[in-house]
C-alpha cells in the first residue's frame, strides 16, 4: 500500500524564479492538502484541493496556488521566489474533505538562494 | 499569541522512563486531537486521532484531552531510544485544515 509521494526530495531555485512541487495521495485517497514547515517550527497550512477545487487556503500570498488532477495527485506551484520561501513542504492525503485524519508524506525540501 | 502552545524542548529522558508532552490551545472551535511524531529528515506520523474528552490508549501511547481546560498530552511508556524525535501536536475544527503547534524534540538516552 503506497503511502504519499513527493518529487523531488530536494530542490534549490533562486530568487525570483518559480517552482513546482508534486504530490500522490495515499491509495484510495481523494483530498490533498499542502503545508510548509519552516526550520525548527510546526507545519502551517498553505490550502487543500478535493474534487479538483480548491476548498479550503491558509495565510498565503496568491504566489502560492495549486491544481488537483482527475486522478487526485496535486502540485503546489510558487512564484516569484523569496528567500523566505525556504522551508520543507509537504504534502497530506486524506479521505474525503472534512474530518479523516491526514497523512503526510516526506516532503520537498527547498532551499532558495 | 498562537493559537496552539507546545513546550520545544528538548526532553530528555532516560530509556524506559514515561515520556510527558503536552499542548495547550485558544480556540474553543478545535474538536479533533492529534499527535504526530516527525523524525529528522521525514514527514510527520499519526500516533493517535482523538475527539472527545478523555483518554485514549494505542500500545505505548496514550492520549488525553481536556477540553474545558484547553489542554491536551500524549504519555509514552517505557520509552526506547527509537522514540527519539519531534512530537507535533496538532488540532482542528470542522474540515481538515490542521493547526500545530511547534513540536517538543525528544531525546531518549540509552
Known amino acids: 500500500d503506497a503511502g504519499v509521494t513527493q518529487s523531488p526530495t530536494h530542490l534549490i531555485k533562486t530568487r525570483g524564479q518559480q517552482v513546482t512541487l508534486r504530490c500522490s495521495p495515499k491509495?484510495?485517497?481523494?483530498?490533498v492538502s499542502w503545508y510548509q514547515q519552516a526550520l525548527g517550527q510546526g507545519p502551517q497550512f498553505i490550502f487543500q484541493y478535493y474534487e479538483e477545487e480548491e476548498r479550503q487556503r491558509g495565510n498565503f500570498p496568491d504566489r502560492f496556488s495549486g491544481h488537483q488532477f482527475p486522478n487526485y495527485s496535486s502540485e503546489l506551484n510558487v512564484n516569484a521566489l523569496l528567500l523566505g520561501d525556504s522551508a520543507l513542504y509537504l504534502c497530506?492525503?486524506?479521505?474525503?474533505?472534512?474530518?479523516?485524519?491526514?497523512?503526510f508524506g516526506n516532503g520537498t525540501r527547498l532551499t532558495v538562494t | 499569541q498562537k493559537e496552539v502552545e507546545q513546550d520545544p524542548g528538548p526532553l530528555s529522558v532516560p530509556e524506559g522512563a514515561i515520556v510527558s508532552l503536552n499542548c495547550t490551545y485558544s480556540?474553543?472551535?478545535?474538536?479533533?486531537f492529534m499527535w504526530y511524531r516527525q523524525y529528522s529528515r521525514k514527514g510527520p506520523e499519526l500516533l493517535m486521532y482523538t475527539y472527545s474528552s478523555g483518554n485514549k490508549e494505542d500500545g505505548r501511547f496514550t492520549a488525553q484531552v481536556d477540553k474545558s481546560s484547553k489542554y491536551i498530552s500524549l504519555f509514552i511508556r517505557d520509552s526506547q531510544p527509537s522514540d527519539s524525535a519531534t512530537y507535533l501536536c496538532a488540532m482542528k475544527a470542522a474540515g481538515n485544515k490542521l493547526t500545530f503547534g511547534g513540536g517538543t524534540r525528544v531525546l531518549v538516552k540509552p
Open positions: 491509495s484510495g485517497h481523494d483530498t
Open positions: 480556540n474553543s472551535a478545535f474538536q479533533y
Open positions: 497530506a492525503s486524506s479521505l474525503g474533505a472534512d474530518d479523516s485524519p491526514l497523512h
